[in-house]
């Protein structure tokens, strides 16, 4: 097997860049563990979550999807390609590699995205397994689990107590990248640690279905109080995917932008007549939950959230999307007050 | 400070009416969060240190609990400023707020209504200092070249993602569309990048000159770690020391952009 | 001043700021029009933009012309005391004071915004004014095309 040191993380990502890939890591930024295009000098670290999610470097914050230039009343369209350097998302974790899942066929449903299509086609996704895990994590509650496979290229596995990576390759983006690596990598044997052990937090079967009854209930202005409605769930959240298309021009040119977007927002729903199908927090949240345990299992066969908890470390108000499944949870062992 | 005081009283608040809600804060797990207590009997989960550091007026904004009216909101100093701000610009009466008065200098206050609250703070907190690492920090910019300074916003302002957290978090940002939402014409750009970014962080910070009161929730929302008090001391340190005007001291007061004096300085001016 | 004039002033390849006015209707720009009724010169790089009243000028404003590629904004209105909707321009200085500091301390320095008085008599003071500015914005050379004010090229 190829193994590598585990204090060496920098050493592969530096082979990868020699080799032309755009190394994404999480490198430490002033203290805050945060997914970005790794540099000589920077320090890589896989001791937390990251604040961000793999979703930026595939769906960015901001992207052009068209561009004109205009003379006067004239416009001349301009080729618009995609910005899709070879990348290796390297080290991420299993929960965002298992959210490309769904990425992949939202953004290829009912139409191709190729601005998307592009990136991930170009992109090699190397996650690394979770010997550690904080309070907010809840992979496990949502079929998914700290060594998981989907979505994967390679895997990084933690080894003999920490002190070795073992690099597996699953995909052949996976062994181009493992052959790249070249000499930064050994060969060798080594036993990878177990994985760390996240309790199941609530039965996700139990919600999807109590989703399935209960469109008007109390619990949605109940569990929506905290909630201030900005974008920052959405934005961190590696599956959550929907977007504002604007567009900005000048005199002399225009461009079409895609923004990420977020249902949290007060204006998401509102239409241009002034009416808001979604006036208030609770039914944006409602939204919120249905979409992910509901709306997208009932079409697609997945789920909408792979357990991650970014929503939860990064809201500023106390929201949190695992809180709110485990009180959906407890709803449906409640003994029934009337007929449903 | 004394929290089971402050458990008493929120239930006593609960239990006669006085208040429909108590919005405070919960333990969850080591974390602060925000509680909504509509039960005396919940009273018992209220917990409060310097680790709160949510700015809970930031909730009158929500419709959805204007049938909760009166609301009791445990508010420190800066957001007791906040509410009587609030009430200067009409946005909350009377009868609808209470304040459960509470400091990070481990004394309670107790059931404050407005007028109490604003009597509370001429007395006791009537100077409230601008942070002092802040006011450090702004000295250091200050000195740096300009260039140095375009250098340092560009690279803050670049991680801004447009979530909109630092807005949802500020009592002060209630307009039912913002500025940022205004597109005809676009005044801002919506792009997560350069100008418009710049563009965002400092018109939030310029229509909140004179109604900031530095309670820091929007820099503590931030996912991304922008400095943004950084301006809102730079603007409130102006609004003190150029017009003499303290924010969120005075329910009458005029807005400090809507109003001029005569003696405002111009020396600036050519 | 004619375009010969104006030609003459320059020197090949030297840099020509681009400045930006946003004056009020009835003091600056009334001051400007007497200007070039007197036939005083004044430099060409200047485009006036006008408006009712200062009171009018959102901070946006200021901010879009530096988006946009100005090198330099000048704000000019009625003289306090002045002003045809009798206090537009002291809603305006106290907004001034308090933009030209956040900025300031953001980037955007005094090397580049310019606030005035001029009222519909002061055709020199408008002229030197606009010399004057125009002579220090070519010493402190074009606004950094870096400044997070500034719009990118869309890439």
């Given amino acids: 097997m190829k193994l590598i040191d585990a204090d060496k993380l920098t050493d592969l990502a530096a082979a990868l860049a020699r080799a032309g890939y755009r190394v994404v890591a999480p490198i430490d930024d002033s203290g805050v563990v945060r997914l970005k295009e790794w540099a000589e000098g920077a320090a890589i670290r896989t001791d937390a979550v990251p604040v961000n999610s793999a979703k930026d470097f595939l769906f960015p914050p901001s992207e052009i999807i068209g561009r004109w230039d205009l003379d006067g009343d004239d416009f001349t369209p301009r080729d618009v390609q995609p910005d899709a350097p070879k990348t290796v998302l390297l080290a991420v974790r299993p929960c965002d590699a298992a959210a490309l899942t769904l990425l992949d066929t939202v953004f290829n449903w009912d139409y191709k995205d190729e601005f998307y299509n592009a990136r991930r086609q170009a992109a090699t996704v190397v996650p690394m397994v979770c010997t550690a895990a904080d309070e907010q994590c809840f992979c496990t509650s949502v079929g998914g689990a700290p060594d998981a496979t989907a979505g994967a290229d390679a895997m990084l596995r933690p080894a003999d107590g920490g002190t070795t990576l073992i690099l597996e390759p699953l995909t052949d983006k996976g062994n181009v990248l493992l052959d790249a690596a070249g000499p930064a990598l050994a060969e060798g044997d080594a036993v990878a ?63 079409r932008l895609k923004n990420w977007d977020s249902c949290g927002f007060g204006l998401f729903t509102l239409h241009a007549g002034g009416h808001n199908p979604r006036p208030d927090q609770a039914a944006r949240w409602r939204n919120r939950v249905m979409h992910k345990f509901s709306y997208i299992p009932e079409r697609f066969k997945l789920l909408g959230c792979t357990g991650c908890g970014r929503c939860a470390r990064v809201c500023g108000a106390g929201m949190s999307m695992s809180e709110v499944c485990r009180l959906i949870a407890d709803e449906t062992k409640k003994a029934p007050t009337h007929e449903s | 400070m004394d929290v089971d005081r402050l458990r008493q009283d929120a239930a006593a608040l609960l239990a006669d009416g006085r208040a429909r809600m108590v919005i405070g804060f919960r333990d969850r797990a080591g974390d602060r969060v925000p509680a909504f207590i509509t039960d005396a009997e919940q009273a018992g989960e209220l917990v409060y240190d ?108 670049a991680r801004c993602t447009r979530c909109y957290a ?98 405002d300085g111009e020396d600036f001016i050519r | ?119 519909a008599a002061e055709g020199q003071k408008f002229a030197d004014l606009i010399n004057d500015i125009t002579g220090k914005v070519r010493e402190a050379g074009p606004f950094d095309p870096t400044n997070p004010a500034r719009r990118q090229p869309w890439t």
């Fill in chain 1, 193 to 255: 640690d177990p994985p760390v052990e996240i309790p199941r937090r609530f039965d996700v079967e139990a919600v999807t279905e109590w989703l399935s009854r209960n469109f008007e209930s109390d619990l949605w202005p109940a569990i929506s109080l905290a909630c201030l409605g900005c974008g920052a769930c959405a934005y961190a959240c590696p599956t959550c995917h929907c977007f504002d298309i604007q567009d900005e021009a000048t005199r002399r040119e225009s461009v």
């Fill in chain 2, 50 to 157: 310097e680790a709160c550091r949510q700015n809970l007026a930031a909730y009158l904004k929500k419709a959805e609990l204007a049938r909760f009216r009166p609301v009791a909101i445990v508010a420190r100093p800066a957001v007791m400023r906040s509410l009587v701000l609030l009430a200067a610009e009409a946005q909350v009466a009377d009868a609808d707020v209470l304040v459960l008065g509470v400091s990070d200098d481990d004394e309670y206050h107790g059931i404050l209504d407005l007028a109490a609250t604003a009597a509370l703070l001429n007395e006791k907190y009537a100077e409230m200092p601008h942070d002092p690492d802040l006011v450090k920090r702004i000295e250091e910019i200050s000195a740096m070249t300009p260039e140095e300074r375009s250098t340092f916003w560009t690279e803050q302002f």
């Fill in chain 2, 166 to 263: 630092c807005r949802a978090a500020c009592p002060m940002c209630y307009c039912t569309q913002c500025i940022v939402e205004k597109n005809v014409p676009q005044w801002i750009s919506t792009a997560a990048a350069g100008h418009g970014n710049y563009a965002w962080n400092i018109i939030r910070a310029f229509h909140l000159a004179g109604r900031c009161t530095e309670c820091g929730a929007c820099e503590a929302a931030c996912p991304q770690g922008i400095p943004l008090m950084l301006l809102n001391v730079v603007l409130a340190r102006d609004v003190e020391e150029e017009f003499g005007i303290k924010v969120g001291y005075d329910a009458e007061a005029e807005p400090v952009i809507g109003s001029w004096s005569p003696d």
């Fill in chain 3, 1 to 119: 001043m004619t375009q010969a004039e104006a030609k003459s002033t320059e020197s090949a390849g030297a840099f020509e700021p681009r400045i930006v006015a946003f004056v009020c209707n009835w003091c600056t720009y009334a001051g400007a029009d007497l200007t070039g009724t007197s036939r005083l010169q004044y430099a060409a790089n200047v485009r006036i933009i006008k408006l009712p009243c200062t009171g009018r000028i959102d901070p946006l404003f200021i901010l879009k012309a530096f988006e946009g590629g100005a090198d330099a904004v000048l704000v000019s209105g009625c003289h306090p005391g002045d002003c045809h909707y009798t206090s537009g321009n002291y809603h305006a200085r106290r907004r001034w004071m308090l933009l030209r500091n956040l900025l300031d301390f953001t980037g955007i320095d005094s090397r580049r915004l310019f606030f005035s008085w001029v009222s």
